[in-house]
Structure formats: structure tokens, C-alpha cells
């Protein structure tokens, strides 16, 4: 079974920072594409960002481009999104997902995803 478990949210004032991690168990995710999510209240969940299974190419939604960057370590199965100059409207639960095994390309889109982590809250006060 394969398992996501997101941590690192919290509350922060904003211009502050944030480290999510997203540890992956129960199989290697050297060739799945892995991405960020999130969803604020009353909205519906939107894309993050994306990053492939060779970190050479990620994607960002422009609401993030420039103060999010999205990393992974291969070798500990575990991907990061730092959030940097963080904003009220960063405020949601994230949401780790991963594409199945085999599935190596970055997608935007979370019908590309199979596996989704339980969220993380991350609050930013003004």
C-alpha cells in the first residue's frame, strides 16, 4: 500500500516562510512526477506545483512563480515545496500527490495524479 503523509504546515505572519515535505512509503518514487495541491475554503483544489521524477523540469501556477520552489530527494522518497513571501491567500490545506509508477512526466492537472496525502494546513495571517 502505498502511502503519502504530508508535514511542515503551521501558521505563519505573512512574508514569512514554510517548508511542506511529503515522505512517500511502500514502494521507491524515483520514476513518478510528484505535485502540490491545494485547496482554500469555499474553493475548489487547484494545482501548485509539479516536479518530474529527475527534478529537471518543474512547473509552478503563476500565483506562486517566484516564491515557491519544489525539490525531491530520490534516495530518502520524500519531496519538499518551499514557500517563501508567503501571502493570506496561500491559506489551505496542501495536498502531496504522486503520478503511479512509470509515470515520469510533471502534470498540472490532479486527474494525472493517483496517490494523494491527507493535507497539510498552512495558515497566513496578515
Known amino acids: 500500500q502505498v502511502q503519502l503523509v504530508e508535514s511542515g504546515g503551521g501558521l505563519v505572519q505573512a512574508g514569512g516562510s514554510l517548508r511542506l515535505s511529503c515522505a512517500a512509503s511502500g514502494r521507491a518514487f524515483t520514476t513518478n512526477a510528484m505535485g502540490w495541491f491545494r485547496q482554500a475554503p469555499g474553493k475548489e483544489r487547484e494545482f501548485v506545483a509539479t516536479?518530474?521524477?529527475?527534478?529537471?523540469?518543474?512547473r509552478y501556477a503563476d500565483s506562486v512563480k517566484g516564491r515557491f520552489t519544489i525539490s525531491r530527494n530520490n534516495v530518502k522518497n520524500t519531496v519538499y515545496l518551499q514557500m517563501n513571501s508567503l501571502k493570506p491567500e496561500d491559506t489551505a490545506v496542501y495536498y502531496c500527490?504522486?503520478?503511479?509508477?512509470?509515470?515520469?512526466?510533471?502534470?498540472?492537472?490532479?486527474?494525472?495524479?493517483?496517490?494523494w496525502g491527507q493535507g497539510t494546513q498552512v495558515t497566513v495571517s496578515s
Open positions: 516536479i518530474s521524477w529527475s527534478a529537471s523540469n518543474p
Open positions: 500527490a504522486a503520478r503511479e509508477q512509470g509515470y515520469s512526466n510533471i502534470a498540472t492537472t490532479q486527474n494525472a495524479y493517483y496517490y
